[in-house]
Structure formats: structure tokens, C-alpha cells
């Protein structure tokens, strides 16, 4: 059920970023499945961590580590959109 939930959360944002994106000028659709990944497996650790053998303190840590799992592969395939815009700009 949570792999559901990561798709169409994933999905929708990803859409709503691509739109920016799009206007900015950033053409690729490879954004939306790579949004969908992250939002999956941030959902996916975040469930992990919500066990009851786990610890209240690994709270902050498991917030953490969940904006990690979204933020790097979005922030990667950004890096290397805006590399390859300057490239072609220049």
C-alpha cells in the first residue's frame, strides 16, 4: 500500500515540478520517474523506521535520512540538467 501512496505522491509533485522546470527552460521528462523513486523510498524508510522496536530518539534521524532518499537523486538529476544547459548555452 505505501509503494501506492510513494507513485501517486511521487507523481503528482514530480508533475507540478516538471511544469516548472519545463518553463524554465529544463525539457526532460526523466524528472517525474526519478521524483517517483525518491518519494517511494522516503516513504518506504519512514515505515521501516515506525516500528515499534525502534526507538522515539530515532525520530529526527529517520526525518533526516527520508529527506536524503528524496533529495538526492532529485538534486543530482538537477545538477545535471543545469549542467548540460550551460553546456549548450555557452
Do not use: H
Not at 2 to 30: D, E, K, M, N, P
Not at 40 to 63: K, Q, R
Amino acid at each position: 500500500a505505501l509503494a501506492i501512496v510513494g507513485v501517486a505522491l511521487g507523481a503528482c509533485v514530480g508533475s507540478a515540478q516538471w511544469l516548472v522546470l519545463y518553463q524554465a527552460g529544463y525539457r526532460s521528462l526523466l524528472w517525474i520517474p526519478v521524483t517517483i523513486a525518491g518519494f517511494t523510498a522516503a516513504i518506504a524508510e519512514a515505515d521501516y523506521l515506525a516500528l515499534p522496536e525502534f526507538s522515539v530518539f530515532l525520530l529526527p534521524a529517520g526525518m533526516v535520512l527520508g529527506g536524503v532518499l528524496y533529495g538526492l537523486p532529485t538534486g543530482l538529476l538537477l545538477t545535471r540538467l543545469i549542467s548540460i544547459k550551460i553546456n549548450v548555452s555557452d
